[in-house]
Nanobody, 130 residues
Framework: QVQLLESGGGLVQTGGSLRLSCAAS????????MGWFRQAPGKEREFVAA???????????KYADSVEGRFTISRDNANNMVYLQMNTLNVEDAAVYFC????????????????????WGQGTQVTVSS
């Protein structure tokens, strides 16, 4: 029943941009922190970005140091979608990118540990050419 389906990956040149999308279904999307993780060949999966449940006025976001200032995570609760806008891509960004969901009782609070995420997508490949 639960599904996280990533899309938007592909081949991009160094310095280019991509927008990844994740369509969620089968759970109460608004009650989950949403995150993006990535795994490059020969490396462990690593945290990229997370976005909190909605608060009264806004959401909280968190980014890995390696992507802060270049990537932007956002969510659309009306359509059960989460996005990752990736700008100024470099070869170090090449990886399979995974969308994940972590149940949370707290608004405006992000979740960083990977083992706190309950659901995972299958991933979408991002390739960056030099």
């Amino acid at each position: 029943q639960v599904q996280l389906l990533e899309s938007g990956g592909g081949l991009v040149q160094t310095g280019g941009s991509l927008r990844l999308s994740c369509a969620a279904s089968g759970f109460t999307f608004r009650n989950y922190v949403m995150g993006w993780f990535r795994q490059a060949p020969g490396k462990e999966r690593e945290f990229v970005a997370a976005i909190s449940r909605n608060s009264i006025n806004n959401v909280a976001t968190k980014y890995a140091d390696s992507v802060e200032g270049r990537f932007t995570i956002s969510r659309d609760n009306a359509n059960n979608m989460v996005y990752l806008q990736m700008n100024t891509l470099n070869v170090e960004d090449a990886a399979v990118y995974f969308c994940a969901a972590a149940f949370s009782r707290l608004p405006h609070t992000v979740i960083l540990p990977q083992d706190r995420y309950d659901y995972w997508g299958q991933g979408t490949q991002v390739t960056v050419s030099s």
